[in-house]
Each structure stands twice: as structure tokens, then as C-alpha cells.
């Protein structure tokens, strides 16, 4: 292979890398839980992803910041619960998962996420 072609191929191999990495390389925070965990709902859940162990109870200390009415309701499919979180103020939700796997909430329109990791 001449010098050129090579260059050109070196280079879009990286460039391809590049883009990959800025589009699925970043690496969403993953809090790992043991018998509490806060998490702060703003514009999202933070932290969105949460690691587990199973047959562990957990409470979740969830506190709503964000006024939007999109995010006043959280709801996990997986343990069968829907709280309504007041603004500004704490609601615990305690679960103890049995599955080991990934689990999802969400708010009541299902349209911002979180996840359960369960180890
Ligand atoms: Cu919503």
C-alpha cells in the first residue's frame, strides 16, 4: 500500500473511532447503593443509574427540584409503585429487589428515565 492510501485509511479509522466515541463513549454515572441512596430529581434523575444488590433493601430518598409537572410522578413497573414527589420534598421509597438485572423507572409520562442495576 503506498504511504498516502495508508495515511488516508490511518486516519479515517480514527476519525471514525473519534465519532464513536463521542457518540457512545460517554460513560453515564453509576452510583453504586447500599442502604440509602438520595437522589435529586431535576431536569432528570440524578444520579439516573443505580447498582444494587439483591435481597438488600434499599430506600430510595427521592427529592423533586424541578417544578415541571412532567416529573411529579414516579413510577417503578418492577415493584409495582407510583409516588407522587411534592416539590421540595423527601419521599422515601423503600425496595428490595429479588432480581438480579437491570430494572427501569420513570416519570408518570415515561418520558425521563432511570435505571436499577441489581447485582
Ligand atoms: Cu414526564
Not at 21 to 46: C, H, L, P, Q, T
Not at 87 to 105: A, C, M, S
Request: charged share 25%; aromatic share 8%; with cysteine.
Amino acid at each position: 500500500m503506498e504511504l498516502n492510501k495508508l495515511l488516508v485509511t490511518t486516519l479515517g479509522v480514527g476519525l471514525v473511532g473519534l465519532i464513536y466515541w463521542f457518540f457512545f463513549g460517554k460513560k453515564e454515572e453509576v452510583v453504586r447503593a447500599s442502604s440509602e441512596i438520595n437522589i435529586i430529581v431535576d431536569g432528570g434523575y440524578k444520579p439516573a443509574a443505580i447498582r444494587l444488590k439483591k435481597g438488600i433493601k434499599t430506600t430510595l430518598k427521592i427529592t423533586r427540584k424541578d417544578p415541571n409537572t412532567c416529573l411529579e410522578e414516579i413510577i417503578l413497573p418492577e415493584f409495582k409503585i407510583k409516588k407522587y414527589l411534592p416539590l421540595n420534598e423527601q419521599v422515601d421509597i423503600e425496595i428490595t429487589p429479588q432480581k438480579v438485572g437491570e430494572v427501569g423507572f420513570h416519570c408518570g409520562m415515561n418520558m425521563y428515565h432511570g435505571k436499577i442495576i441489581v447485582e
